[in-house]
DNA sequence: CCTTTCCGCTACGCATCCGTAGCGTTATGC
DNA sequence: GCATAACGCTACGGATGCGTAGCGGAAAGG
C-alpha cells in the first residue's frame, strides 16, 4: 500500500487499522466485521470500502501493520542475547493484546494461505535474528559448533508461548532467564 | 450430558458432533454454525436444537468430545517414557486434524472463559502424566531432585506446537528423538 | 401391540453483515 | 481562491444464520 501523504488518508487509515486491531483482540477474526470497525472509529462504512476491498483484506492489512520484528541486542554475551530477546518476547506475550493476535493469527492462517504467509515471513524475522545470536555465539565458543539455530529458536520460544496458553503460570522476566539458563545448559560449549 | 440409551439419541449426537469437529478443522469456530451442521451432517436443525442450546454449547461439546489423554508409556526409563510422549504429540499435530483444532481452541479460549476452562483441564491431564514420568526419573536418579515437571512439560510440548506453526518444518519422530534427548541434557543428572 | 419419544420437514420473523449507489460536504494541495 | 479528492450519510438488495412453532412419520421399548 502507498504510504500516502494526504492527511485525511493517513487519519482514516489509522483509525481504522488500530479499530481492527482492538476488535480482533476482543471479538477475534470473525468478530471484525467492517461493520463493527465502521462503528466504533467513526469512519464510515463506504470509506473503508474504498480503501480496503473487504474483511479479509482489512483484517490482514491490521495484521500486517503490528510487525515488527525485535532489535539484535548484542550486548557482548550469548547469554545476555538471549535473555533480552526472550524477555522481550515475554513481555510482549504475557503484558500486551500480542498474545491474543498471535493466537487468532495462528489459527486464521490454518485457514487463510495469505495469512499464513504473512505469519510465516514475521517468523521469518525472528529467525535471523536468532540466527546472527546464535552464530555469534558459536564464534564466541559459547555453543558448540553446528549448533541449530531453528533448534534453539523452538526451544526459547516454544516454551513461552506454550506456558502462556496453557498453564496459565505466569511468564515473567524471572522465568525467562530461568528458561534461557535451562537451554544453554543443553549445549555443552 | 446423559450417556443416553436410545440409539436414535446416539445415532444423532455422534453425527452431529463429528460433523462439527469437521468443520471446526475446516472452518473454524466461527464457521462451525449450527446451520452448516445440519446441512453436512444430514440431521435437522430442530433436532440439534433439542440437543444443544446453540452454536457455544455445540462447539464446547465437540472440543470436549475430543478429548483422549495420553496415557503413560512407562517404559522403563526416563528418555524412553519421553520419547514415547512426545512422539506420541508430534504425530497428533502434524498429520491428524488435532493441530488445527488445538489453535483453535486456544484462540476461542482468548474470549470465552468456558472453553478457556476446558482447555486447562485437557493440559492438566498431559501434565499430570508428565509429572508422573518426571517423579519416576528422579527416583531412578535420571534427573537431578527437584526438576520442575512444569518446566520438562514446556520444554517439550512447546517447541513441538511453535515448530509446527511456524516455520513449517516437519514435526517427525526424528525431530521428537532430537528434542528430548536435547532437553534431557540440559538436566544433569 | 401401542404408547412414548425422537426425528425430519416447512415455514417463519428477526438480526447481522455484506457490498454498492448516489449525493452533499469538507478538507487538501496547487 | 478553486478544482479535486476524500469523506460522511442514507438507503438499499441480498445473503446468511439464529432460534422457534407446528405437524406428521417412524422407531424405540415395554
Chains 1, 2 share one sequence.
Not at 49 to 65: E, I, K, N, T
Not at 121 to 147: D, F, K, N, S, Y
Amino acid at each position: 500500500m502507498t504510504p500516502a501523504t494526504d492527511p485525511r488518508i493517513r487519519r482514516t487509515r489509522a483509525a481504522v487499522l488500530g479499530t481492527a486491531l482492538g476488535l480482533l483482540v476482543e471479538r477475534g477474526v470473525a468478530g471484525t466485521t467492517v461493520e463493527a470497525v465502521a462503528e466504533r472509529s467513526g469512519v464510515a462504512k463506504t470509506t473503508i470500502y474504498r480503501h480496503w476491498d473487504g474483511q479479509a483484506a482489512l483484517v490482514l492489512d491490521a495484521f500486517a501493520s503490528v510487525r515488527r520484528p525485535p532489535e539484535d541486542p548484542d550486548t557482548g554475551t550469548l547469554r545476555g542475547d538471549l535473555v533480552a530477546l526472550v524477555t522481550g518476547l515475554a513481555d510482549a506475550v504475557s503484558r500486551g493484546p500480542a498474545a491474543a493476535l498471535w493466537f487468532a493469527l495462528v489459527d486464521a492462517a490454518e485457514r487463510d494461505p495469505r495469512l499464513a504467509d504473512l505469519h510465516h515471513r514475521e517468523a521469518e524475522a525472528r529467525h535471523a535474528i536468532i540466527r546472527r545470536v546464535v552464530e555469534r555465539g558459536v564464534g564466541r565458543a559459547e555453543l558448540p559448533r553446528g549448533t541449530d539455530p531453528a533448534e534453539v529458536l523452538d526451544l526459547l520460544a516454544g516454551p513461552i508461548f506454550y506456558r502462556r496458553t496453557t498453564s496459565g503460570a505466569p511468564v515473567d522476566r524471572r522465568y525467562a532467564e530461568r528458561l534461557v539458563d535451562r537451554v544453554l545448559r543443553a549445549y555443552p560449549a
